[in-house]
């Protein structure tokens, strides 16, 4: 099976960068998760690896906690470690696989909760030269946003 890897050792088609596509900045965060994957993922609990951009342009990086139970995925974890480093305005966020699998969209659940945290996030998604940013509302159409739904403290 071909690799999904994103960095500058496997080359597109036209031997250049498959990230050369992508700003700058969204690059770095590709980069950011691919060397955390590559470094700390090891074994069944940590498979995944995520980084997000704040606002402020600092870099956060996380990795899974992978339990059969149902062990937070890299994203949660992430927020979690943005929140405790005083992050609290993620604006781009990325997956990266271990073993060289590249960016991973986020799940289901992980799509509902960026989008209730940071509901302007961006997501970067695809493989190869086609990563590209993505607003985390457009990975969940007709989606439902739990703070529409509360009932206000008039």
């Known amino acids: 099976m ?12 036209d031997g250049g960068d498959p990230l050369d596509r992508l700003d700058t900045r969204d690059a770095e965060l590709v980069r950011a998760a691919t060397h955390v994957a590559r470094t700390h993922c090891r074994g069944d609990e940590h498979t995944m ?37 005083g992050l ?28 209730d945290y ?3 996030l961006r997501v ?3 493989t190869g030269d086609r990563v590209r940013p993505v607003p985390v509302g457009e990975l969940l159409p007709e989606s439902y946003v739990w703070a529409d739904h509360q009932h206000s403290a008039e």
């Not at 960095?7 to 597109?12: D, N």
């Not at 966020?93 to 969209?105: I, L, Q, W």
């Open 2 to 13: 071909p690799t999904q890897n994103p960095s500058a050792e496997h080359r597109s088609p």
């Open 49 to 85: 690896a995520a980084a997000g951009r704040g606002r402020d342009g600092r870099i956060v990086t996380a990795v899974n906690a992978y339990h059969f139970t149902g062990g937070p995925c890299a994203e949660l974890v992430l927020i979690g470690a943005a929140a405790a480093q």
């Open 88 to 115: 609290h305005d993620l604006e781009t966020v990325v997956a990266v696989g271990d073993r060289e699998r590249g960016v991973v969209p986020p799940c289901g659940r992980c799509r509902q909760v960026l989008l």
């Open 118 to 120: 940071f509901p302007g």
């Open 124 to 126: 970067l998604v695809g």
